[in-house]
């Protein structure tokens, strides 16, 4: 009986080892498993940590090219946009650069050279300048279209549609044109006769005033052929002109100068 007493209690003696031998190796494993656990978690976190830090940096970058450029775009005006109308301007563009002397001299009543110093001349009147909303008509167009309308009295419309311009500008540039010639180059050009020393013959006229009136007399012819050669030259005044009388004025006296250019 002692014998099998002593043979349980080395039984439970051995299982008991046993189980404090598995439980050291669970508490041994379990602490290596959560120091594993907590090594890799801090890996993760530095990894986290520095991924944050570098998307801080880039958002930070992006924001500060945000403010650049906002900044950059507050200082600089933007440019307005208007509707305009596109129209064909191929005439002025690719047809008249080819244009011979003949052809000048047939379309614009004068010589290329002539055109290009009235440009020159009357540039400081006619000049625009070039606004937020569109690009302004250059010299020489404006000049071409001016000359146009007053060598063959043809309609702004018609105008407009050769130019690749609308009816309005038509009427600005010739209205431009003429005031610019009258006060610039008409001065220079006309100059009129002293009509106090032509006196009424009355019989007590002196030989100096007599010959006067007689030279005076014989330039009569002269001047009505020069009035059918200005009429001829600028059809303007030949034919119907249904413009204001303001311009109508100016227009004649702005056909008289050009034809002494």
Known sequence: ?????QLVFALFGFWFFEIKVHAALYVRRLRAANKNTAEKRRKLMAWVLSWEEKYTCVRERQRRQRFRML???SKQRRRPVIWALRRANKWWDVTVPGF???????NFRMSEETFLYLCAKLRPAMEKQTTNFRACLLVRKRVAIALWKLATNSEYRSIGHLYGVSKSSVCRCVEDF???VCTLLAPEIIHFPDWQKLKADNGRLTPEQQTYNKKTSRAWV???NAFGRLKGRWRCLMKRNDSDIALVKSMVLTCCALHNL
């Open 1 to 5: 009986m002692e014998a099998i007493q």
């Open 71 to 73: 900044l950059l775009l």
């Open 100 to 106: 011979t002397h003949t052809q000048w001299v047939h």
């Open 178 to 180: 003429c005031k610019a």
């Open 222 to 224: 002269v001047v009505e």
